[in-house]
């Protein structure tokens, strides 16, 4: 099963409200949470140069890593794009180097805007794990690749419950933090059409390395009402709360959320972005222009190339 | 969101391998072992009928009962069809009476062979988890649904693993038996085309009411195996050893293995079913003439009407 080319799909995620949970361990770092994955996504192609790919694929264990000769053949690394333009990711860069696969060239792919709470770079980073695995024939297992691409974007602050939440898809609660083996997850239940509209970007790593006494207060608070009743309104009202408690509304996203009540429809703000997502036909109805897609029912996966 | 229909889709399960663990309850009761989901699925489709559903859906807690008075208005049940002939399935019974759901139409609808080792009363059993949740607003949470349908299934002795795999979809391996809670998946990652051929039925109730000991210490070495090497050609490998070993493979099935093999492909055998499973194109080349699907990626999923 020794492919050279490979290529995995990501949902894209916009939570809901989050709690932070930091641990000098990434893969025990995280949160707790809940969000929406979506059908618009991340694709990520990862194709292996000749001879970085075992032939034989007999390394005789799944987790060892690649050995000494394979890791100095690919010293120079290969080309890194994300929509066709030349640029790199961290956390994809920090995954490719676990799974021994710098000499990858990788094209990140996305009608997603960056930086606005989509978590497209989670979604790279585990579509990379995904499609280097298989282009390299690693053989790691769906959760040791989760486990990779979460600590990869916990290492760069860069996020801390995208990865696993986009690897399950639907509508993620994240009950304990952390990669598999740690974290512990559930779901609500539930199809839908999403909107979405963003205004900008908005630091995550600023927001993350801050105080988040506050927000991790107000994240538990809305979790437990998820909980208590697990079903999408209550989600979307948990998630109003919470930007509001934690003081992360930003005018653009409460001035679209108030316009969408005001049609009778369910909106909230993505964390973290200047981005505001609804249900249904929720920001048309509201005058916007919005995006639109569907929940992902799958999660990350790969895809024919 | 109170609705009165709903439709679930549930992918076929074919287990490679599998190992018994039973418990006398059912949520912690299960099997460790691996195997395929398939894009070939089963679809149930909920109707509650009027007055059925709380109309302001606030039962004030996520996971009550509904109360004595919907009980006794629902006495009587609602129909039960699978394609389009009036038959109960035990599993879906108990899942309904659970979710106090009785009185829904319920409709299982399949291409996949049942009683061939397909996990079709299991997948029928959580699709009619997720869809009458929905249509009747239950408000519970996808492990919550899982846990039901998996010991509806338990408890009518007709699976032990399929649940839990199909919620997940993919390639799902069994780390640890049971329910969400209890049990442990991880996955192989992968996509391929699936060819299967099926010979007849066998029955699961049977093999898994007699002595399992032999069969438990064959699934257990399997699963070693897979773990060692976590790729589908291992998995498939696996699976041939699993069926000689436990002493479970029906002769036509041998002779479709053995055929396959023969012209250069992987196939394996369902477990519990007289059914041939192959990878990519390998029962067309071996002239067999197949059904042909994919691994499913998403696992069971609430769909559009």
Not at 62 to 81: P, V
Not at 197 to 225: C, H
Not at 283 to 295: F, K, N, V
Request: aromatic share 4%; glycine share 14%.
């Amino acid at each position: 099963m020794s492919s050279q080319r490979a290529t995995a799909f990501v949902p894209g995620h916009v939570t809901a409200f989050f709690s932070a949970h930091p641990d000098d361990d990434p893969a025990v770092a995280g949160s707790r949470g809940a969000g929406l994955t979506l059908a618009d996504g991340v694709t990520v192609r990862v194709s292996a140069p000749d001879g970085a790919v075992d032939g034989d694929g007999n390394d005789g264990g799944g987790n060892d890593a690649a050995d000494a000769s394979d890791r100095d053949a690919n010293a120079d690394g290969g080309s890194r794009t994300v929509d066709g333009e030349s640029r790199s990711i961290g956390a994809v860069d920090d995954v490719l180097a676990e799974l021994d696969a710098t000499a990858a060239d990788v094209a990140v792919e996305t009608d997603l805007p960056i930086g606005a709470g989509f978590g497209v770079s989670g979604a790279a980073a585990l579509g990379a794990a995904l499609a280097a695995n298989d282009a390299f024939d690693r053989a790691r297992t769906e959760n040791d690749l989760v486990r990779i691409a979460h600590a990869a974007e916990v290492g760069r602050g860069t996020g801390l419950g995208d990865v696993v939440a986009q690897a399950r898809g639907g509508v993620p609660v994240r009950l304990e933090p952390g990669a598999p083996g740690a974290g512990e997850l559930d779901g609500v239940p539930a199809t839908a059409r999403v909107e979405y509209v963003t205004f900008g970007e908005l630091s995550t790593e600023t927001v993350l390395g801050g105080d988040t006494d506050a927000l991790t207060a107000a994240g538990e608070d809305a979790l437990d009402r998820l909980r208590e009743d697990p079903r999408l309104p209550t989600l979307m009202d948990a998630a109003r709360e919470f930007a509001r408690e934690a003081d992360l509304l930003v005018p653009e996203a409460a001035e679209a959320i108030d316009a969408v009540d005001a049609a009778g429809g369910e909106a909230a703000m993505a964390m973290l972005g200047r981005t505001a997502f609804a249900l249904g036909t929720g920001l048309s109805d509201a005058g916007y222009d919005p995006e639109a897609c569907r929940i992902d029912a799958a999660g990350a996966r790969l895809v024919e190339r």
